[in-house]
């Protein structure tokens, strides 16, 4: 039996039906399409950025079943390209795998696109769909870097596990008076630049740091900084040269680390996107690094 739906071009439209008023916001071009088992196609989700889609596979298909997959996306939506990731369950597996492997660099379907310019909430970012699993904006956090713009007037935001700064952009949007985004990648906070300036933002290289976010925490900690809001929004596992960081077994860690910096009546804004681990969980270890903190 097939591990996809019957009459699979009609899930997919009706998918895209129940975006409702996204279908025709010009300030948000990048958004959830498909969300698997919700929307009829379990393990399997898809993004639009502007005209071009990327589905991910969260489970194995057959090179027929994936052909299937990828001919409906371009029926049902008509995107201009539809890029394919495919994605472990488990982060650490990356290590193990080609690249090429799981995300091709070139487009399944339709013209391979280098990159374009998707929107959300009326801001631009860059979008690189052949340049690995992660294409350049998390969108699951789309609500809450519309919250941190509306906040953010006359604030100070540290901004850690940038990536290419979607809420450092936000931030700064907003009107916040100074936003630091640490990450571990150079490549990717110079990628960040580019996103601030594509929104008329001034860049300062100092507020864009490359490095081990746990030494920084504890640099910025024994120089007695502190920030209005401090945003950890960490990928689920990664390593540096210093650290490995789960967010499974580590966030209280982080909760504890972060939360040094947070100044008197400020916010520590902790997300997480590790589906396996129950909400709960992720509540009490936050609490309890916050508590070891002096912060609770």
């Known amino acids: 039996m097939s591990a996809l739906p019957p009459r699979l071009v009609d899930t997919l439209r009706a998918a895209r039906a129940r975006r409702g008023a996204l279908l025709s916001d010009a300030a948000t071009t990048a958004f959830r399409l498909l969300n698997g088992a919700g929307d009829g196609v379990p393990d399997v989700t898809a993004d639009v950025f502007g005209d071009v889609v990327v589905v ?48 091709p660099e070139v487009a399944a379907r339709g013209e391979s696109v280098e990159d374009l310019v998707a929107k959300e909430n009326g801001l631009s970012f860059h979008i690189r769909p052949g340049q690995g699993l992660s294409v350049g904006l998390y969108l699951d956090m789309r609500d809450t870097r519309a919250w941190l713009q509306a906040q953010a007037p006359g604030l100070t935001v540290l901004n850690l596990f940038a990536y290419t700064c979607g ?84 966030y209280s860690r982080l909760a504890e680390a972060a939360s040094r910096v947070v100044a008197p009546g400020g916010r520590l804004v902790a997300c997480c996107n590790l589906a396996g681990l129950p909400v709960r969980r992720f509540e009490t270890m936050v609490l309890e690094g916050v508590t070891r903190a002096g912060r609770g």
């Open 167 to 250: 809420f450092g952009v936000a931030a700064t949007a907003g009107g916040a008076k100074r936003v630091l985004n640490l990450d571990a990648s150079r490549r990717v906070l110079e990628w960040g630049e580019e996103n601030a300036r594509l929104n008329g933002q001034g860049v300062d290289r100092y507020d864009y740091v490359a490095g081990d976010v746990f030494d920084w925490l504890q640099r910025l900690s024994r120089k007695g900084e502190a920030f209005d809001v401090v945003v950890a929004d960490p990928p689920s596992f990664s390593t540096t040269r210093t650290t490995r960081f789960s967010a499974a077994r580590d």
């Open 56 to 103: 991910s596979l969260y489970r194995d298909l057959s090179e027929a079943e994936e052909a299937t997959l990828l001919d409906a996306a371009a029926a049902a939506w008509t995107p201009r390209s539809v890029y394919l990731k495919r994605r472990p369950r488990e982060a650490r597996v990356l290590a193990n795998v080609a690249k090429d492997a799981l995300a």
